[in-house]
């Protein structure tokens, strides 16, 4: 790699993680910054602030030439297309090819915990095909293997601070949950690195939380007893497509708890502080933060 800080583009930038990672990039890259979006009026903010935006959709390969020219390094956020079973494939395997074409030279890409072909996660398949092919691509490489998000704690943790009840199908496992804003700062990290070659990293927190261990926190952080119900998958799945969840998102959900079960979430990493240099946060540490949306369901 030359001195000249490179030219960095993120994808999906007007995305939860996408947003976030620019703003880092914002504050530490020297060089140009391209983000892309299937709707460029929503980064508006961002071309006034000398970000150059561009449109791109996965779906539609014409878009993509345009899109990722001069790019040398490029941040492919998994697209959230789960409507149909294997569509992201096609997306993120569109992407892959156009920034070969383009020239660019490495991608760093969001992937998730242990996607091999044995997962249980219904989506695990779309994250393993794309690692196949940016191991088929020839590019440099760097794949973050995200853990599950410990934001979306806040979607369940709500109602069984409320209800005194943690319905999971997770048995005895763990999770090493990673914050988002810690994927965020993990991603903006292997962007800036001077690493041309190929890896693939597992993100996660600093430690694997059982369902048990987190029935306990949200107890005590938000004063009401709330104990972990341990169901199975099936129960798990029917129980939350009665309380309105469409069906294929429950599958999806209970896929999760499987693997947990399985004990495939549970294995942390120092990925995060290797890349980053900071400590990655823990659950304990982000419900705390968050203590006032526990109380949510109760009012
Ligand atoms: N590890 C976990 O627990 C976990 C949890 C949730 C999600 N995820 C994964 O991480 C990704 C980022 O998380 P997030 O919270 O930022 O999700 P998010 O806010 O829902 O963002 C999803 C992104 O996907 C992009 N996208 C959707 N369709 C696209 C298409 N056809 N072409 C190009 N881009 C497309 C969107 O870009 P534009 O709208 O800007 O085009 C958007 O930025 C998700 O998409 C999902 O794959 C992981």
Same mark, same amino acid.
């Given at each position: 790699?030359?001195?000249a800080s490179p030219?960095?583009?993120?994808?999906?930038?007007?995305?939860?993680?996408?947003?976030?990672?620019?703003?880092?990039?914002?504050?530490?890259h020297r060089g140009?910054?391209?983000?892309?979006?299937?709707?460029?009026?929503?980064?508006?903010?961002?071309?006034?602030?000398?970000?150059?935006?561009?449109?791109?959709?996965?779906?539609?390969?014409?878009?993509?030439?345009?899109?990722?020219?001069?790019?040398?390094?490029?941040?492919?956020?998994?697209?959230?297309?789960?409507?149909?079973?294997?569509?992201?494939?096609?997306?993120?395997?569109?992407?892959?090819?156009?920034?070969?074409?383009?020239?660019?030279?490495?991608?760093?890409?969001?992937?998730?915990?242990?996607?091999?072909?044995?997962?249980?996660?219904?989506?695990?398949?779309?994250?393993?095909?794309?690692?196949?092919?940016?191991?088929?691509?020839?590019?440099?490489?760097?794949?973050?293997?995200?853990?599950?998000?410990?934001?979306?704690?806040?979607?369940?943790?709500?109602?069984?601070?409320?209800?005194?009840?943690?319905?999971?199908?997770?048995?005895?496992? &763990? #999770? $090493?949950?990673?914050?988002?804003?810690?994927? =965020?700062?993990?991603?903006? !990290?292997?962007? %800036? +690195?001077?690493?041309?070659?190929?890896?693939?990293?597992?993100?996660?927190?600093?430690?694997?939380?059982?369902?048990?261990?987190?029935?306990?926190?949200?107890?005590?952080?938000?004063?009401?007893?709330?104990?972990?119900?341990?169901?199975?998958?099936?129960?798990?799945?029917?129980?939350?497509?009665?309380?309105?969840?469409?069906?294929?998102?429950?599958?999806?959900?209970?896929?999760?708890?499987?693997?947990?079960?399985?004990?495939?979430?549970?294995?942390? &990493? #120092? $990925?995060?502080?290797?890349?980053?240099?900071? =400590?990655?946060?823990?659950? !304990?540490?982000? %419900? +705390?933060?968050?203590?006032?949306?526990?109380?949510?369901?109760?009012?």
């Amino acid at each position: 790699m030359s001195n000249a800080s490179p030219s960095l583009l993120v994808t999906g930038a007007s995305g939860h993680l996408g947003r976030r990672v620019v703003e880092l990039l914002l504050e530490f890259h020297r060089g140009p910054l391209i983000v892309t979006t299937r709707e460029p009026a929503k980064l508006a903010d961002l071309a006034a602030r000398g970000v150059i935006v561009r449109k791109a959709d996965f779906d539609d390969t014409a878009s993509l030439d345009a899109a990722f020219a001069g790019a040398q390094r490029l941040l492919l956020i998994s697209t959230d297309s789960l409507d149909v079973p294997g569509r992201r494939i096609t997306q993120h395997q569109n992407a892959v090819d156009a920034a070969r074409r383009a020239g660019v030279r490495h991608i760093v890409y969001t992937s998730l915990t242990r996607p091999e072909p044995d997962s249980p996660v219904t989506i695990a398949k779309d994250h393993w095909a794309t690692e196949q092919a940016l191991e088929k691509s020839g590019l440099g490489f760097t794949v973050l293997r995200n853990n599950f998000y410990a934001d979306l704690l806040l979607l369940s943790l709500p109602r069984a601070v409320a209800t005194g009840q943690l319905v999971a199908a997770t048995g005895t496992g &763990s #999770t $090493a949950y990673v914050t988002r804003e810690d994927c =965020a700062r993990i991603a903006a !990290a292997a962007l %800036l +690195a001077p690493f041309d070659g190929k890896r693939t990293l597992e993100v996660t927190g600093p430690s694997a939380v059982s369902h048990e261990e987190l029935a306990r926190m949200v107890s005590e952080l938000s004063g009401r007893p709330v104990r972990y119900v341990a169901v199975d998958a099936a129960s798990l799945r029917a129980g939350m497509v009665e309380h309105g969840l469409p069906a294929p998102i429950a599958e999806v959900i209970a896929s999760f708890d499987v693997a947990v079960a399985e004990g495939r979430m549970a294995k942390t &990493s #120092t $990925a995060f502080s290797d890349l980053t240099g900071g =400590a990655p946060s823990s659950v !304990a540490s982000f %419900l +705390a933060r968050h203590r006032e949306a526990l109380q949510a369901a109760t009012r």
